[in-house]
């Protein structure tokens, strides 16, 4: 399952504006460590012969070098720099991978991925060229108009997205040849604008696994505080 052809990219080009803080985002500490750095371990830890792309703004690179001496981690990865928009530092980390692979995209602001949802995309990969966690809405759902009306929705009806993502490397990067659209919102928008995942008589077929709900995406200080609780929960 964990081959040599295995790639990781994990995309920190965030800035924290909802964070309401002077640090990116992916650079704040959590349980002394910076959340970025607990993103990378989880992939290192359950995927230790795949390769790791990582990719952050220029004016970031500096500084997470500088943080990694001070927590002494070694920076044994590769590092390429961002795009304006999430669309183009995904483009430029795939085009510093080989032709064919296995490759995960995975948000750095999400530390809290399981082993299980890894291992279950990595296995889900075998049969099909595209791979998304995604989880159950619990909460009511309503449709918002732009007249300010409102209407119910089935929750049933939709789910919630997660990171990482998996796909086969040479039709992510044949997605990515395509020109940006502002409904590129992840690499599975992008993946379903290139191809047709819904076709079952194709390899071309998106596979959906469940994600874990621990796995929450860090923008606010309320998430942060979640993260700490939630992974001082799981080392008890």
């Keep these: 399952m964990n081959t040599p052809d295995t790639y990781i990219i994990i995309a920190g080009g965030g800035?924290?504006?909802r964070m309401s803080s002077a640090v990116p985002k992916q650079f704040l500490?959590?349980?002394?460590?910076?959340?970025?750095?607990h993103t990378i371990e989880r992939f290192q830890n359950c995927l230790p012969h795949a390769k790791i792309t990582l990719v952050l703004?220029?004016?970031?690179?500096?500084?997470?070098?500088?943080?990694?001496?001070?927590?002494?981690?070694?920076?044994?990865y590769n590092i390429v720099e961002g795009g304006k928009e999430r669309f183009f530092s995904i483009q430029n980390a795939l085009n510093t991978l080989p032709p064919k692979g296995k490759v995960l995209v995975h948000d750095a602001v999400r530390p809290l991925v399981s082993e299980k949802v890894i291992l279950d995309i990595m296995n889900c990969l075998k049969t099909h060229k595209a791979v998304v966690p995604q989880v159950d809405?619990?909460?009511?759902?309503?449709?918002?108009?732009?007249?300010?009306?409102?209407?119910?929705v089935s929750r049933k009806d939709?789910?919630?997205?997660?990171t990482p993502q998996g796909f086969d490397l040479a039709y992510l990067k044949k997605a990515y040849l395509?020109?940006?659209?502002?409904?590129?919102?992840d690499d599975s928008s992008v993946y379903e604008e290139a191809f047709d995942p819904h076709c079952a008589d194709t390899q071309e077929l998106m596979c959906f696994t469940i994600g874990n709900k621990e796995n929450i995406k860090i923008t606010t200080p309320e998430d942060l505080k979640m993260a700490e609780k939630l992974m001082l929960a799981n080392n008890e």
Excluded at 29 to 37: C, G, M, T
Excluded at 57 to 76: A, L, N
Excluded at 138 to 149: A, E, I
Excluded at 178 to 185: E, G, K, L
Aim: with cysteine; charged share 20%; net charge positive.
């Design 158 to 162: 939709y789910a919630i997205v997660q």
């Design 178 to 185: 395509q020109t940006y659209q502002n409904s590129f919102t």
């Design 57 to 76: 703004p220029k004016f970031h690179i500096e500084i997470w070098q500088s943080m990694c001496k001070r927590f002494d981690y070694p920076m044994d």
């Design 15 to 17: 800035i924290g504006s």
């Design 137 to 152: 809405i619990t909460d009511s759902m309503r449709q918002l108009r732009k007249n300010g009306k409102s209407f119910s």
């Design 29 to 37: 500490l959590l349980n002394d460590k910076p959340i970025l750095q």
